[in-house]
């Protein structure tokens, strides 16, 4: 990581934490309608996405109103360095990861894929408007759904924010893996046009 992308890391989580809460609660509201809002929007199957934390976006509304046959999952870190994922409900238990992170506590072994997914929606620090993300540098989205480098969607990748954590351009390492689209409270922002093959 370089020392740019540490300074721009810490920028952006300033950014988003800096959002007060009315500001927040209604953003996630918004970015609900963006996510059930995209052409690629699954109808069923199991769609993840994350616990916020850290001012990053809520996704609670979207939860709440997403398809009846949809199965809303929560990633889990595994012990090789991927994400899985577990399907989750309010009130379902939860343990906290190595970083402190809420996770379904259940059983390695009824784990799902991130190939099984319909939709991922990732967390992000920052994007630009090619649809390139900046993560917290851990690259477990990356390392997770690396075959997406290869592979036609499904599952979507979608990074959620807010508008606030636009930048002009990020550059792209050889191992990140470009987001379909990307919702902020203020848009829905199509890139599968400019996916670099």
């Known amino acids: 990581m370089t020392a740019d ?8 989580r300033e950014r988003r934490r800096a959002l007060p809460a009315p500001q927040r609660i209604a953003g996630a509201e ?9 052409p690629f929007a699954p109808a069923s199957g199991y769609v ?8 990053e976006i809520g996704l609670h509304a979207w939860q709440l109103r997403l398809p009846p046959d949809c ?11 991927l ?20 996770e379904p506590d259940v059983v390695p072994s009824s784990l799902l894929d991130a190939r099984e997914l319909s939709l991922a929606v990732t967390p992000l620090v920052g994007f630009d408007a090619r649809g390139h993300r900046l993560g917290m540098g ?12 290869h592979q ?14 636009r930048v002009d351009a990020l550059d792209r390492a050889d191992w990140d893996v470009a987001l379909d689209a990307v919702c902020t409270e203020a848009a829905a922002h199509d890139h599968r046009h400019s996916l670099i093959a």
């Open 138 to 149: 851990g690259g477990w989205y990356d390392r997770s759904f690396a075959f997406r480098q």
């Open 71 to 81: 199965v809303y999952c929560l990633p889990v870190l595994s012990a090789e360095g």
């Open 30 to 38: 918004r970015l609900a309608q963006h996510l059930l809002s995209l």
């Open 83 to 102: 994400l899985r994922f577990a399907p989750w409900r309010p009130g379902d238990p939860l343990a906290s990861n190595r970083y402190g992170i809420p």
């Open 5 to 12: 992308r540490a300074a721009l890391r810490r920028d952006l």
């Open 48 to 55: 993840a996405g994350y616990w916020a934390l850290d001012g």
């Open 152 to 165: 036609p969607a499904p599952p979507w990748l979608v990074g959620a924010a807010f508008e606030a954590q």
